[in-house]
T-cell receptor, first 114, second 113 residues
């Protein structure tokens, strides 16, 4: 089935430093989604990338989808303590009996030290 | 507020017991997903329903079953509970059967003692 590998598993940064998490797939993805889960909370949808080479920005967050549509990244500029949480990428199955199943990466746990 | 309602918030039960988790999707959403999140683990896909029909299945144990009712709410039944079933169970909903963003509920924390 569809698998997405996400690295790093943990990232500790000082407030103001940048942060990047990467998501990789061995197969071409139709799209990729990113979610954030605050400690004690539920995953919240951030963005969906569909096009090859697509780049989207949300304030200090920049999302990229690779040209081959096999990898993606989330970059946060000048982290703040409010950025703390786990960031997940998620990709759908391409087809077959599990079409629509959304597989999540293992997530990157971000800690920001003030 | 995601608009997805899960009940109960917490559930404590003994091994061997059976429990039912309930989920009401966001208004207008036809798909319901169930995910399991163990301590320090990622989100493990269990099962998806779309408009009342099972759409996709993950590594869901045979002791677990689910259904989506005509009013689109869903229930996840967990039976013969084991200690290892202790986890956070999330329900999520989306508009379409595939490729739509998921909106998660607050989860049900199940503790099996």
């Amino acid at each position: 089935g569809q698998q997405v590998m996400q690295i790093p598993q943990y990232q500790h940064v000082q407030e103001g430093e940048d942060f990047t998490t990467y998501c990789n797939s061995s197969t071409t993805l139709s799209n990729i989604q990113w979610y954030k889960q605050r400690p004690g909370g539920h995953p919240v949808f951030l963005i969906q990338l569909v096009k090859s080479g697509e780049v989207k920005k949300q304030k200090r967050l920049t999302f990229q989808f690779g040209e081959a549509k096999k990898n993606s990244s989330l970059h946060i500029t000048a982290t703040q303590t409010t950025d703390v949480g786990t960031y997940f990428c998620a990709a759908p199955n391409a087809g077959g009996t599990s079409y629509g199943k959304l597989t999540f990466g293992q997530g990157t746990i971000l800690t920001v030290h003030p | 507020d995601s608009g997805v309602t899960q009940t109960p918030k917490h559930l404590i039960t003994a091994t061997g017991q059976r429990v039912t988790l309930r989920c009401s999707p966001r208004s207008g959403d036809l798909s319901v997903y169930w995910y399991q999140q163990s301590l320090d683990q990622g989100l493990q896909f269990l099962i998806q329903y779309y408009n009342g029909e099972e759409r996709a299945k993950g590594n869901i144990l045979e002791r677990f079953s689910a259904q989506q009712f005509p009013d689109l709410h869903s229930e996840l039944n967990l039976s013969s509970l084991e200690l290892g079933d202790s986890a956070l169970y999330f329900c999520a909903s989306s508009v379409g059967p595939a490729n739509s963003p998921l909106h998660f509920g607050n989860g049900t924390r199940l503790t099996v003692t």
